[in-house]
Each structure stands twice: as C-alpha cells, then as structure tokens.
C-alpha cells in the first residue's frame, strides 16, 4: 500500500512538473500580455541577455539594432519593452504622465534621493521647484564669466602645445576643462585640472563608481552588498562610490563653513539659499548628491560631446569650411585668441545646426530610460501594455528613425535648417519633453557653443595622426564616451 502511493505522489509531482513546464515555456508567448510585441525569443524568457550587453557597454547599440528588425516596439526583456514611436513619448514622459521611474534609478549615487533619481513624483516636483532657478535663462548669464575664463585657459594650454609642435589630445582637454568649469561653478574654485592635467581624488573616484552602472541597472538592490561581491570590478567601483561620497560631503560642509568661500553666483550658494514649500533648506546629504550629480552631468556629457563634434567636423571638409565662414563673419574684428560672448553664437543658424546634428548622432545618454507602466495597464497606438511592466525609449533610436532622419549614420547638420515637427518630438538628447528632461540643457548649449566657436575660431586643426573609426564608437555605461578616449589633433593658431 505504502508503495503504491509512494507510486502515486511520483506521478503527482511529474505531472505538476509538466505542467509548471509547460506553462513557463508557452506562458510568454501565448498568454503573456505583452506577446503581440515583436522581438527575439530568447527575450521573451529572461533579460540575462540584456544584462550581458549592459555590461559589455553595447546595450544601446544592441536595442537599436531590434527596433531596426522588429520595428518601433520591441521586447526586450519577459517584463520590459524598448520603443521609438513619437506618438509613446508624451505618455510616457510628458507633463501629466503617471509612469514612475523603476528601481534602476533608486540605487545610483548611494540610494540617496536626488533631482534625476526621485521617484515619488510629488517629491520631484519639489526638488526642482527649489533648483529650477540655478539653470535658468536669466541665471546663466551670470555663469558665463566663469566659463569663459575657464575656457581661455584651456584654449591657451593647446596653443602652448600646437607652438611646440606636440599633439594634443582634445578629449583629455574636455574633460579637464568641462570639470573645472562644473566645479568653479558649484564650488567657486575648481580642482587644477587643466593646470595639473589630471584628475583628483574626487574626481577619479566619482568616475570609478561609473564602472558598476552595469549592476545597477539590473540589480540594484544588490549594492549593499558589492563591497563583498566576488567581481574585483564591483568591489573597486562600490569603494570608488563611498569614498566620492565622502569626499563630497567634506567638500560642502567645508564650504557651508568657511563663509570667505562663498559667492554669490555659486550653484551651492544658491543651494544653499533654497528653501522648499515650508521654508526648509536642503539637507547635507542633499547638498551632496544635488552637487555629485551636476557634477557627473555637467562634465562627462559636455566632454565626450565636444569630442565627437570636434572628430566629425574635421572628418568634412565643406561642413568645416561653412562653420568656419559663419563664425569669421560674425566675429569679425574680435582678436583671434578673445573667447566670444554667447549672445555672439546663440542665434549663428548653420553653428547650431552643427551642435544639434552633433547630439543627435553622437548621444552621451544614448540609452533607455526606463519607466514602470501605471497599475491599470494602457494603450499606446494600438499597443497594450499591462500594469507594472516597464517600457522606455532610447535617443540613440529615437535619432535613427530613418523615415524621419533619412540617412541617420550620416552626419548633415543641413538636415536641421528645414526641421519638422516629427524631429522636434524625436530629438531627445537631453531627454523628452516634461519634468524629467534635464535641468542643465541651457547651461550645456551655452558650454558647447563657446567652447566650439573659441577653438574653431582660434585653430587650423589637423588629425596628429589616421584615426580609426572604431575609436570614436560609443561606449556605453549609462553615460557614454568615445571607446579610445583620445581625439589626437595637431593645433596652429589662425592669423
């Protein structure tokens, strides 16, 4: 008798197996919700693919290459779906969108809330409410004094070097200049880079934390516990991570306490001097992470996009030559070595085209952003997606849609002087349009449009040597930068 259910309870369990089996193998195709959105089988099982490609820094090129296969919707993921649609990006994040931020975002800079990571929308809402004012129009005027003595010297340095006949690696300039410009702004002095060549403590250990970006965006939850991870990688990044935060937090309390640091056109001043809809200041770790953050933002975007322009204007000669007269038409009379005021580019049609067309093909935050579906599910252009899957979209797609960039490979800052609507809707370097997109965009065309004018204006630049084109092609860790770090480049200065 005991055999026999013995017997019994082994058909049991084989048959629970089968159908567990069964189930887990035709669930994702045929009774998942998001089965009639196109994309490779084995997404429709696991993301472990996906999390491959993050960590190989190819996950944007990656996603791109599906939608380009499967169309403007892709699943990516069991729970997760990529899209390039225009018609998605108002839902998804516009100013009345009800999608949350996932917890990709929850466990960057340390976990602590600030404006690009908060969730709670309500919370967000306040944050940016007190530190709208640092990047506005009128505000950033003020900063421009800083970020053209900045830029003189930094012009001045690869002069020095073009007169001794050296080579100059402009990306390693753009990152030393795009960081002493964020941190003088933030701080009100900046940490020698362009003088010392190099990066200090602080900085070195912000960007070694970039190095885990992989873990967290998969698995987040996993950082309190990357000091014991078995990756080295993760180890030396998570260290990198609680030393920048250390560092940052003496960093403000040394200037919140020593009042001959101030001045009053400092981004931690004016931090410093918000105050939320009850009257409270932001608190020290706040000022930290708000500070980190602009800092990360405001200098490895700006340096690896300067980069790529600079590489792909002297790739074309005739794009080159028309910058070139614009800048000489509109400069005319101001000394070759003078860095030009703003209000001398802000409106040179062809120059910003060159800048646009620059972001648009070259994107330092090329990838998804991803965003959790409101709990009663939705529809977006006849695509059903339930509540609690994630969907985002990517610019380095949304800017290769060939029905509205035709030829989007190729670098024409004329396709900007006759713009569409569909453009405007798809171009999202610094994010789509709604409270999310970045707060610093004005800030960032300001940096952009000085620095190219100044060494345009100043230079006959000539390759130190055959760059392969290999070098110049993304690599990607949330933000991305030209995978050979170099732009080698021999600098005469114009008559």
Not at 126 to 151: C, D, G, Q, W
Not at 399 to 406: G, T, Y
């Amino acid at each position: 008798m005991a055999l026999l259910t013995d017997v019994g309870s082994i058909h049991l369990f084989g048959i629970g197996l089968l159908v567990y089996t069964l189930y887990w193998a035709l669930y994702p195709w045929f009774l998942s919700p998001l089965n009639g959105i196109p994309g490779p089988w084995y997404a429709v099982y696991t993301k472990w693919w996906l999390v491959w490609k993050t960590v190989k820094g190819t996950r944007a090129k990656t996603i791109h290459d599906l939608h380009l296969r499967y169309g403007p919707w892709v699943r990516i993921a069991p729970n997760e779906v990529s899209t390039c649609d225009s018609l998605a990006l108002v839902p998804i994040y516009g100013v009345n969108s009800t999608y949350l931020k996932t917890e990709f975002y929850t466990y960057q800079l340390r976990g602590v809330p600030e404006l690009f990571t908060m969730s709670d929308r309500k919370q967000h809402a306040r944050r940016r409410r007190e530190l709208s004012h640092l990047f506005s129009m009128s505000t950033i005027t003020e900063y421009e004094p800083v970020i053209a003595k900045n830029v003189q010297t930094c012009m001045d340095f690869v002069a020095n070097e073009g007169r001794a006949g050296r080579v100059s690696n402009l990306y390693d300039w753009w990152h030393y200049l795009s960081m002493d410009i964020i941190c003088d702004l933030s701080f009100g002095s900046t940490f020698n880079m362009l003088q010392d060549g190099a990066s200090n403590a602080y900085i070195k250990d912000l960007y070694g934390s970039l190095q885990i970006e992989p873990v967290r965006w998969h698995f987040g939850w996993l950082n309190m516990y990357a000091a014991w991870a078995p990756l080295k990688f993760v180890r030396e990044a998570e260290a990198c991570s609680v030393r920048a935060m250390g560092r940052g937090a003496k960093l403000v309390q040394e200037y919140v306490e020593n009042p001959e640091k101030k001045r009053r056109k400092d981004l931690l001043q004016k931090m410093l001097d918000a105050r939320d809809d009850e009257g409270k200041p932001l608190s020290i770790d706040a000022l930290n992470t708000e500070a980190a953050g602009f800092i990360l933002a405001g200098s490895h975007t700006t340096s690896s996009s300067l980069t790529w322009i600079v590489w792909r204007v002297m790739k074309n000669p005739d794009i080159l030559a028309k910058l070139r007269k614009e800048l000489d038409d509109a400069l005319t009379g101001l000394p070759r070595h003078q860095v030009p005021l703003h209000s001398q580019l802000e409106n040179l049609t062809y120059f910003n085209c060159v800048i646009k067309e620059g972001l648009r093909i070259d994107t330092a935050v090329p990838g998804s952003t991803p965003r959790y579906v409101p709990p009663e599910g939705t529809s977006i252009n006849g695509h059903h997606l339930p509540g609690g899957s994630i969907v985002s979209a990517q610019a380095y797609s949304c800017h290769r849609d060939p029905a509205v960039f035709p030829d989007p490979d190729d670098f024409r800052p004329e396709r900007w002087l006759s713009e569409t609507p569909e453009m405007r809707k798809l171009y999202i370097p610094f994010g789509a349009d709604g409270p999310r997109k970045c707060i610093g965009i004005w800030l960032a065309y300001m940096e952009l449009r000085v620095i190219l004018a100044a060494l345009f204006h100043r230079f006959d630049l000539v390759f130190a040597r055959e760059i392969d084109d290999r070098s110049m092609e993304l690599d990607e860790f949330w933000l991305a930068n030209p995978v050979g770090q170099r732009l080698d480049v021999v600098a005469t200065e114009r008559s």
